[in-house]
């Protein structure tokens, strides 16, 4: 069936350096692939995402970027700050619009 | 403009026993989703509707799981009877319609069943 796999599972990195999460998605058909982000006792929040007919999209500290060849997508935050500690969620959107979620990945910022 | 409003956020209930969970959408917002959550997990889709329609109910156990959605707002979520495994967090979330992208999520309902 269809799924997203997501790496890594946990990443920790020093304040100011980049952090990058990188998911892999099984549905060639898949048009939609937003990135959430959820920290401790809330529902997750969309910070970014991308549609098939672009490659990349950059918010601020944050970046998306899509390889439909390959069917991969990556979050890269660049210069992170201690706020960006929580748990990222990829997903992909299949034909029926159903998001197919990754497992998550803890990020850690070490001060 | 309020959020995606749920009750209770926490419920401690022997197995067995029947829960409900409550979700209010963003004023507006056609879609609304229940999902599951369990620890160090994605979210999980229970059922979706489009107004007051159920569109995509596959992945609810629907022998004790029951959902509606009166008059295309307000939602309720019911487990009768609950079990131990329906341990955790039930998410409802919001958008304007299915194919516009962006779900908005309540905090969530956390269930234990002891």
């Known amino acids: 069936g269809e799924n997203v796999e997501q790496h890594p599972s946990t990443l920790s990195v020093q304040e100011g350096d980049s952090a990058v999460i990188k998911c892999t998605y099984s549905?060639?058909?898949?048009?939609?692939f937003p990135w959430y982000k959820q920290e401790l006792g809330k529902g997750p929040q969309l910070i970014i995402d991308i549609r098939s007919n672009v490659g990349e999209k950059k918010d601020q500290r944050i970046a998306v970027t899509l390889n439909k060849t390959a069917k991969h997508f990556s979050l890269h935050i660049t210069e992170t700050q201690p706020e960006d500690s929580a748990v990222y969620f990829c997903a992909a959107s299949n034909s029926n619009y159903q998001l197919i979620w990754g497992a998550g990945t803890k990020l850690i910022i070490k001060p | 403009e309020a959020g995606v409003v749920q009750s209770p956020r926490y419920k401690i209930i022997e197995k067995k026993q029947p829960v409900a969970f409550w979700c209010n959408p963003i004023s507006g917002h056609n879609t609304l989703y229940w999902y599951l959550q369990n620890l160090g997990q994605g979210p999980e889709l229970l059922i979706r509707y489009e107004n007051e329609e159920a569109v995509d109910d596959s992945q609810l156990p629907k022998d004790r799981f029951s959902a509606e959605r009166l008059k295309g707002v307000d939602s309720t979520l019911k487990i009768q009877p609950a079990e131990l495994g329906d341990s955790a967090v039930y998410l409802c979330a919001s958008s304007l319609s299915t194919s516009t992208g962006e779900l908005f999520f309540g905090e969530g309902s956390r269930l234990t069943v002891l």
């Open positions: 549905d060639s058909a898949s048009n939609y």
